[in-house]
Antibody, heavy 119, light 110 residues
Framework: QVQLQESGPGLVKPSETLSLTCAVSGYSISSGYYWGWIRQPPGKGLEWIASIYHSGITFYSPSLKSRVTISMERSKNQLSLKLNSVTAADTAVYFC????????????WGQGALVTVSS | QSALTQPASVSGSPGQSVTISCTGTTSDIGTYTLVSWYQQHPGKAPKLVTYDGFKRPSGVSNRFSASISGNTASLTISGLRAEDEADYYCCSQAGRNTFEFGGGTKLTVL
């Protein structure tokens, strides 16, 4: 059974960098599939942030591309997300997920990590 | 503001069918036809219910079906049950390996 678990600081100051990791168990991220990050501001809808192919090729939301980096650490079987120059608008629950069809079909999700941007 | 437009809310009685629409443009649904639908209960991660236009993941009830016509995707839930009450989101490819979500639809089971 594939399981994903996000972790990282729950509070980040404005203008700083948000860093999250996603530990994957039950499947080697190097073996296949696209892996992605999606966020959801409190009380609002979902927003796709970025995806990474098992080969390391990356894809970013045009609206966030200038501030986001997605990567994978194969030895630890985990994904990482970095979002710099954060503002209050970046406050959200951040999810990592596995895309089963390279088409935005995220079948396996983590439980989500709430990140609040505040001084 | 989401690029894909969904109704804010829909409702139906147990046993009935409801359809949720997701309207895009020729830049997304109209070109790629790779639409996914998600169900999300409060405080939970989204659950994939259909993908690639009409496919269902293993374990998802066949009460969930999806289709695409032109720039609009639709999710139909038949034999409505109380546990279907949730938020539903569509997601479409919107360029080479980029994706966008709809604004979400709250389904109320009366």
């Amino acid at each position: 059974q594939v399981q994903l678990q996000e972790s990282g600081p729950g509070l980040v100051k404005p203008s700083e960098t948000l860093s999250l990791t996603c530990a994957v168990s039950g499947y080697s991220i190097s073996s296949g599939y696209y892996w992605g990050w999606i966020r959801q501001p409190p009380g609002k809808g979902l927003e796709w942030i970025a995806s990474i192919y098992h080969s390391g090729i990356t894809f970013y939301s045009p609206s966030l591309k200038s501030r986001v980096t997605i990567s994978m650490e194969r030895s630890k079987n985990q994904l990482s997300l970095k979002l710099n120059s954060v503002t209050a608008a970046d406050t959200a629950v951040y999810f990592c997920a596995r895309d089963i069809s390279a088409s935005g079909a995220f079948e396996y999700w983590g439980q989500g990590a709430l990140v609040t941007v505040s001084s | 503001q989401s690029a894909l437009t969904q109704p804010a809310s829909v409702s139906g009685s147990p046993g009935q069918s409801v359809t949720i629409s997701c309207t895009g443009t020729t830049s997304d649904i109209g070109t790629y036809t790779l639409v996914s639908w998600y169900q999300q209960h409060p405080g939970k991660a989204p659950k994939l219910v259909t993908y690639d236009g009409f496919k269902r993941p293993s374990g998802v009830s066949n009460r969930f079906s999806a289709s695409i016509s032109g720039n609009t995707a639709s999710l139909t839930i038949s034999g409505l049950r109380a546990e279907d009450e949730a938020d539903y989101y569509c997601c479409s490819q919107a360029g080479r390996n980029t994706f966008e979500f709809g604004g979400g639809t709250k389904l109320t089971v009366l």
